[in-house]
């Protein structure tokens, strides 16, 4: 019998739901298995494949959560983190769909009929959106940011530089924030501007980084973009922001939690095939109780995910800082112990680059910084406790 909370099964999905997350793992195991993914991602550098994003995109599965009025396929939010939990367990190399995700929950809460029309479209394609907040000198205190855009002749145009744009490189078009008005709080004129990664005045490098090339900073230098490239209000970004914190952190969390299981999967097959002193090791106690350990906290963390899911799901509106931290810090501190104990647990060859774990590590210790970091999720939830 499956079990109900390991990933092979959930007795809390609807039959439509089970079968959409087999038709996913069933497309990764056939196109992403480890010969066909090093070619996919050009040795592990590059994790997001066009091909792979536009195939998927044709599946439908790029469309959930945007509405079927412009070429979407609907959706919850659930269906959602069921997708992104499957496709970085299958390591489909679609890593620019998480950020992008995050942008299209922007776009459907403040979007414009137009931007809508033109992202939404791009997307269903296969395109790839991004979003950049992050600067060299403010990082988790994202309101101290001070790249700014004024109107020039019904234009805006933007300045400073942005540090950190994951897969700004292969976006449409990134998600900026700046500062429109230098009076008031820091939490006051900011806003969002969508630019296209082509625009004359951006200039996009990539950042070197543990796990590849997937990272940018960005260079804005009079940066011309049209009137209606404001998203949402003008000095409505804070709040903007801070309405997509639910979504996001469900959207770091569900793939974390993925990455987790696929490290707990490799380093479980590896512990029944190896023998030592005769015996498999995973017939010692000192590794069972590691597995132990770690399938209890898949499945907390799994049930984490979905609920807070479902419940954005409820109520959109609804905000949750306390339940979405705690997707995120559970789901990527798990990823980043998952991938340390697989490591141990398959002691040398868990250190080659030859077996997998090593990559899974990398992946996985960037998760517990990006998107917030554990120490920020930790203030949050402490707050929330009245502290
Ligand atoms: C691979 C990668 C991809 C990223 N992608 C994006 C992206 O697409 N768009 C984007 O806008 N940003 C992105 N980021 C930026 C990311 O969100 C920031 O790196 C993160 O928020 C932390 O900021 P920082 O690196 O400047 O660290 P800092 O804020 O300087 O923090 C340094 C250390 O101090 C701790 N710290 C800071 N403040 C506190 C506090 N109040 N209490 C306790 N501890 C604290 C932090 O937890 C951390 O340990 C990405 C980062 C990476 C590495």
New binding site residues.
């Given amino acids: 019998m499956e079990a109900a909370l390991t990933g092979r099964g959930d007795l809390t999905l609807s039959d439509e739901q089970q079968d959409f997350v087999r038709s996913v793992r069933d497309f990764c195991a056939r196109e992403c298995g480890p010969q066909r993914l090093r070619e996919l991602t050009n040795g592990f550098e590059d994790l997001h494949n066009e091909e792979i994003a536009r195939r998927m995109a044709e599946l439908g599965w790029l469309g959930i959560t945007i509405p079927e009025e412009y070429g979407g396929s609907g959706g919850t939010f659930l269906d959602a983190a069921l997708f992104l939990e499957e496709t970085a367990k299958g390591e489909a190399p679609i890593g620019a769909y998480a ?1 992008t995700l995050i942008v299209v929950g922007t776009l459907n809460r403040f979007g414009s009929e137009e931007q809508k029309r033109r992202l939404f479209g791009a997307v269903t394609g296969g395109g790839a959106l ?5 600067e060299p000198d ?5 309101a101290s940011l001070k790249a700014s855009a004024e109107r020039s002749n019904g234009d805006w145009v933007l300045n400073g530089s ?7 490189h292969k976006a449409e078009e990134i998600l900026i ?1 700046v500062r429109t008005d230098r009076g008031g709080s820091p939490h006051q004129g900011l806003s969002m501007i969508l630019v296209p990664r082509e625009t004359a005045g951006l200039t996009i490098t990539p950042i070197e ?1 543990l ?1 590849g090339t ?2 940018n900073e960005l260079h804005l230098d009079g940066c011309r973009v049209p009137a209606e490239a404001l998203l949402g209000s003008e000095g409505g970004g804070w709040t903007q922001l801070m309405s997509g914190l639910n979504s996001e952190r469900v959207i770091l969390g569900a793939s974390a939690l993925g990455l987790a299981q696929r490290a707990f999967d490799e380093a479980l097959a590896y512990a029944k095939e190896r023998r030592q002193f005769g015996r498999p090791i995973g017939s010692f106690q000192a590794i069972q109780h590691k597995f132990a350990d770690m399938a209890t906290d898949l499945a907390q963390a799994r049930l984490l995910v979905r609920s807070v899911a479902r419940m954005t799901d409820d109520d959109p509106e609804r905000m949750l800082p306390q339940e979405a931290s705690m997707v995120k810090l559970a789901s990527t501190e798990l990823a980043k112990r998952c991938a340390l104990e697989g490591m141990q647990i398959m002691g040398g060859y868990g250190y080659a680059s030859e077996y997998p774990m090593e990559r899974y590590l990398r992946s996985a210790v ?1 998760t517990t ?8 999720q930790k ?1 949050i939830i402490a707050k929330t406790l009245g502290l």
Avoid at 138 to 142: F, M, Q, T
Avoid at 162 to 168: N, R, V
Wanted: glycine letters at 12%; proline letters at 0%; charged letters at 10%.
């Fill in positions: 950020v991004a979003i950049a907040m992050s403010s990082g988790s205190d994202v942005k540090m950190w744009c994951s897969y700004a924030v980084t796990g997937e990272t960037v910084i990006f998107g917030g970091t554990s120490e920020i203030n």
